[in-house]
């Protein structure tokens, strides 16, 4: 029986995969998958989705595989790489494509083209943007020339994203051959479209004239690409130049005909208008001085469409305004157009005499056209139009704020400058006030002189928001020309207390007026009112029969409140008199909203609060401890609310501290389901579960056995391997301080594991917290420690021995954990350093020691340093060690005794017989804490921090002072060589280093 040809095999594999029955489905999916790794599957693809007879689902599925796996089969480096022979047959098809009659085929053909001009053009494929372009041309054809002009847009765009310096050389090329030729035939096609939207007789005539504003789009897309990416300087080319002022001439013409013409062609030259727009704004973007040239026309065009587009009866294109206005933005902040005056957070330029550098003489003539341009009454002009215009709220905006308040307040978040007016207009004008100051803020001071008195009508109402989120914007800028105090005392604070209806806009702008100030200038007696304003307006009304607040501004107080928490002038004495009637409210609040990002906002204010009060505010929680598993389970769909959840759980549990044992039979679980990879949502709560199942082990007092269960989870998480691994160590060490017994009884062997596995790999930040929790095990159980994490000691050593000079935190890591090896048993220490000698077949005692001791002044903590120091003490009385430090290193050895002796019993320069470390964390475990003790001894904020310093009352670091235990060393040691041979060693140290010992020998 003959075998079916790979192209019907095909056929009907793609048949069966574009069925919408899964069991058909699927099959055929894995079927197809097999199929890619036959020989000639590319080709077979190709004849499918050319055939315009093949029907058109199966044509759709072929050009999708074929384009997905281009980047496989078609780079020559590839193992799947094609032989020359098929990619000579399939470009040779390719170019049957220009007829292609099905839309959705065509514009995977395009990409397709696209993908291969990347890797073809020019070596392999020379030809193939000239003949699309001749085509285009010469073609009669409707259909055809637009599929020219639509795969050579995809050629050039593709090869524009090359960033190869050859490749971009030949882009290049590209564009100074061809950009002429398509300026030329964007001009006739834009013509040719214009004439053909006049006199629309029949929807034949309207179907012609919208397919040729298309193909002159399309050529339009094509230059635009060729003159941001084709030119290392485009005002040097004449074509290049053409264009730019052509379209200064086209924006207008356009936007009178889209007035005239017929609305089914609206969209499509609204495009049009758009993207010539778009073209001067990336021309800028791309090459400033180059632009600098065409600066003046340009502009001057920005601005009348600006005051064209902010007049009543006009037809105002919303999508070029918004273009416009980046525009202006760029040309305000571009740093080559102001040499000699930097804006806030960039750097001028000074030569030898102190005197501001000119630089460039392009950009001296670049700012000398900007400043000649942006005169003080054209600045007054566009701060005039920004306030009248576009700042203000429209009937739209109202009518949304009525519909959907909650929709209304977070419209304008994230990038939304780039895409709708009244952003764009705020970026604009908070970059104004920056590039000119002096102007701005006088005239912002003017407008709030002229809107004291207070509004009569709607028009001076939207006029005044305007003016007060001017100054909001500004509020940097106008530090200096306002008295906010007074102004907020004397007019914002009264209009914010008057409840009208009327007035509602502007106390929802005040209220997010001083959100903008907060950080910037308010005094102490001003915040108090603040508070007690919002403490107002978030309140219900004692007055049953009073309607309730208006929602968006209760919103936007939470908000403000927010930002006041979170400022560093915060303080909690102050606000402690408003904290349970606005905790209450903003229950209330999150409560009455309904909207995901409106809760999300919320229960950050409720964070912020706790977070600033911790057990202060446990009397106030109690609602939110109830309602959280409720709305926990509304927001399964809603992951990012979730995460607010999750934090707003982690500040509960670490203000309600050992009582918030009580809540782990709903928080274990949601910790469960954020860290389950198997979830798709783990990808948001896995960060904020770990924080808060870490924040519940602190403050614990006992280890439950659900919690002790919870730990069976760990093991994936850590094999993850990324930033995560360094709380899931400190998770870790947290559960080994809370029961070391019963933790280590179950979970042992994978903690040994654990510290094996992700010691050698794990990031300098995770191997800190490891080596620490190893650390801790040594000081707890020091026999049963050693023999436990034997493996990992023994890849200790081998760090030491491998570890690259440049990566001395890691050393420093690996030192301090030996360090505590050789305090707790030297002789292990000794064994297995003489085990690793043996391994590698050599002696590297000598090469460890130096290794060693070079790294000494790595250990940046007191407390590592006297831990070093005591360990080397330690092992001088291991032969082993002792031998070749006292041959080689006797002098170091003594530098590093006289070191921690000096840093630790000399203060003020006396010396004093028990170091400052024993002294200092003596206090800290007896209840007076000191951040110097602060890395093992903890704080008395929650049950931890009284665990470490249990812990360190049992650390011979903590209780043994250093003269001491040195001391007690060269004891042993003078016993272990003799007196006679101990003097002879201690003549090999300087006099100067042996006086600085002498405590050790009293």
């Given at each position: 029986m003959a075998a079916v040809p790979l192209p019907m095999v095909l056929m009907d594999a793609l048949q069966r995969a574009a069925s919408q029955d899964p069991a058909t489905m699927q099959p055929a999916v894995a079927e197809l998958e097999a199929l890619q790794a036959q020989p000639g599957f590319p080709v077979a693809l190709q004849e499918l989705f050319i055939n315009v007879e093949v029907p058109t689902v199966v044509r759709q599925l072929a050009v999708l595989y074929f384009k997905n796996g281009l980047n496989r089969f078609w780079h020559r480096m590839s193992d799947s790489a094609l032989p020359e022979q098929d990619r000579a047959a399939i470009r040779t098809r390719m170019q049957t494509a220009i007829n292609e009659p099905e839309e959705s085929?065509?514009?995977?053909?395009?990409?397709?083209?696209?993908?291969?001009?990347?890797?073809?053009?020019?070596?392999?494929?020379?030809d193939l943007l000239p003949w699309l372009l001749t085509t285009a041309q010469q073609s009669q054809q409707p259909l055809q020339q637009r599929r020219c002009l639509a795969f050579a847009y995809r050629v050039v765009k593709a090869m524009a994203s090359r960033r190869l310096p050859s490749q971009q050389r030949v882009f290049q090329e590209v564009a100074e051959s061809s950009f002429r030729f398509l300026l030329d035939f964007w001009k006739t096609q834009l013509q040719a479209a214009v004439q053909a939207s006049q006199n629309l007789q029949s929807m034949e005539q309207l179907k012609a004239a919208s397919i040729q504003f298309e193909s002159a789009r399309t050529v339009l897309k094509t230059l635009r690409q060729l003159l941001v990416f084709g030119f290392k300087r485009f005002h040097e080319n004449e074509a290049a130049r053409e264009l730019l002022f052509m379209s200064t001439q086209a924006i207008p013409m356009l936007l009178g005909l889209r007035k005239a013409v017929h609305n089914a062609l609206s969209d499509v030259v609204d495009k049009t208008i758009t993207l010539l727009g778009k073209l001067m704004l990336d021309a800028h973007a791309r090459q400033p001085l180059s632009f600098a040239h065409f600066l003046r026309p340009i502009l001057t065009l920005v601005c009348q469409q600006l005051a064209e587009g902010s007049s009543s009866d006009a037809t105002q294109h919303e999508r070029l305004v918004i273009v416009f206005m980046n525009l202006l933005v760029n040309v305000v902040q571009c740093s080559d157009y102001?040499?000699?005056?930097?804006?806030?957070?960039?750097?001028?330029?000074?030569?030898?005499?102190?005197?501001t550098d000119a630089g460039d003489p392009e950009k001296v003539a670049a700012h000398a056209e900007v400043s000649g341009f942006f005169t003080p009454e054209l600045i007054t002009q566009l701060f005039q139009l920004l306030i009248t215009r576009y700042l203000p709220l429209g009937s739209d905006d109202i009518e949304q704020w009525d519909?959907?308040?909650?929709?209304?307040?977070?419209?304008?978040?994230?990038?939304?400058?780039?895409?709708?007016?009244?952003?764009?207009?705020?970026?604009?004008?908070?970059?104004?006030?920056?590039?000119?100051k002096p102007v701005m803020c006088a005239l912002v001071v003017q407008y709030i002189q002229e809107t004291m008195a207070p509004p009569t009508d709607a028009a001076s109402l939207v006029v005044k928001d305007a003016v007060y989120q001017a100054v909001g914007l500004c509020a940097y800028d106008l530090y200096d020309s306002i008295d906010f105090d007074s102004w907020f005392m004397e007019t914002l604070l009264p209009q914010l207390l008057t409840p009208q209806p009327a007035l509602r806009i502007v106390r929802r702008r005040i209220l997010w007026l001083v959100g903008h100030w907060v950080s910037v200038r308010l005094a102490v007696?001003?915040?108090?009112?603040?508070?007690?304003?919002?403490?107002?307006?978030?309140?219900?009304?004692?007055?049953?029969?009073?309607?309730?607040?208006?929602?968006?501004?209760?919103?936007?107080?939470?908000?403000?409140?927010?930002?006041?928490?979170?400022?560093f002038d915060f303080r909690a004495d102050d606000f402690a008199p408003f904290l349970e009637a606005i905790m209450v409210s903003v229950f209330r609040l999150l409560c009455d909203v309904r909207e995901c990002d409106s809760k999300i906002k919320v229960l950050n204010v409720a964070s912020s609060l706790i977070n600033r009060y911790h057990n202060k505010i446990q009397s106030y929680t109690y609602n939110f401890v109830q309602y959280l598993p409720q709305l926990w389970v509304q927001a399964e769909p809603h992951n990012l609310l979730r995460c607010a959840i999750v934090r707003l759980m982690t500040r509960l549990v670490e203000a309600l501290g050992p009582s918030a044992a009580a809540l782990q039979e709903f928080l274990l679980p949601v910790i469960r389901e954020g860290i389950d990879l198997t979830r798709e949502s783990y990808v948001f709560l896995l960060e904020d579960a770990l924080d808060l199942w870490h924040a519940i082990i602190k403050e614990c007092v006992e280890l439950t056995p659900p919690l002790l269960d919870l730990f069976c989870a760990m093991g994936p998480l850590l094999e993850r391997g990324d930033d995560s691994v360094r709380v899931c160590v400190a998770i870790v060490d947290s559960y080994l301080l809370l029961s070391p017994v019963e933790f280590l009884q179950r979970f042992a062997s994978d903690i040994v594991n654990i510290c094996s596995n992700l010691v050698s790999t794990v990031p300098l930040t995770g191997l800190t917290v490891l080596c620490q929790t190893m650390d801790k095990m040594l000081v707890m159980f020091p026999g049963p420690a050693v023999e436990m994490l034997n493996p990992v000691l023994t890849q200790a050593i081998a760090g030491v021995l491998n570890v690259m000079p440049e990566n001395g935190g890691v050393a420093a890591v690996y030192n301090t954990l030996l360090a505590r090896l050789m305090v707790v048993s030297p002789a292990h220490f000794s064994l297995l350093l003489q085990q690793a000698s043996q391994q590698a077949r050599d002696d590297l005692v000598p090469f460890f020691w130096d290794q060693w001791l070079d790294r000494f002044d790595k250990l940046s903590s007191a407390k590592h340093r006297k831990l070093g120091a005591m360990g080397l003490a330690a092992v001088l009385c291991v032969p082993e060690c002792c031998r070749y430090l006292l041959s080689r290193h006797v002098v170091t050895t003594m530098s590093v005794f006289a070191g921690a002796l000096f840093e630790f019993h000399v203060r003020d320069g006396t010396f004093h017989p028990v170091d400052f470390l024993v002294l200092l964390c003596s206090d800290a475990i007896h209840g007076k804490d000191d951040d110097n003790c602060n890395d093992s001894a903890g704080t008395l904020e929650n049950a931890e921090g009284l665990r470490k310093r249990q812990l360190a009352s049992r650390d011979v670091v903590f209780v043994t002072s250093t003269r001491d235990f040195l001391a007690t060393q060269l004891k042993a040691l003078e016993a272990a060589m003799g007196p006679q041979a101990y003097q002879e060693m201690l003549k090999e140290v300087p006099p100067p280093l042996l006086n600085q010992l002498q405590p050790l020998f009293g």
């Open positions: 085929v065509a514009v995977q053909l395009g990409v397709v083209f696209g993908q291969m001009a990347r890797f073809d053009v020019p070596r392999h494929w020379p102001f040499p000699f005056a930097a804006s806030r957070g960039s750097k001028v330029k000074l030569n030898l005499s102190g005197s519909a959907s308040p909650e929709e209304f307040v977070f419209e304008e978040t994230g990038d939304s400058w780039k895409f709708a007016v009244r952003p764009a207009s705020e970026h604009l004008f908070k970059a104004m006030a920056t590039a000119y007696e001003s915040r108090l009112h603040l508070y007690r304003a919002i403490a107002m307006i978030l309140s219900p009304p004692e007055d049953p029969s009073v309607p309730p607040e208006d929602l968006v501004i209760r919103i936007t107080a939470a908000q403000t409140l927010a930002l006041a928490i979170e400022d």
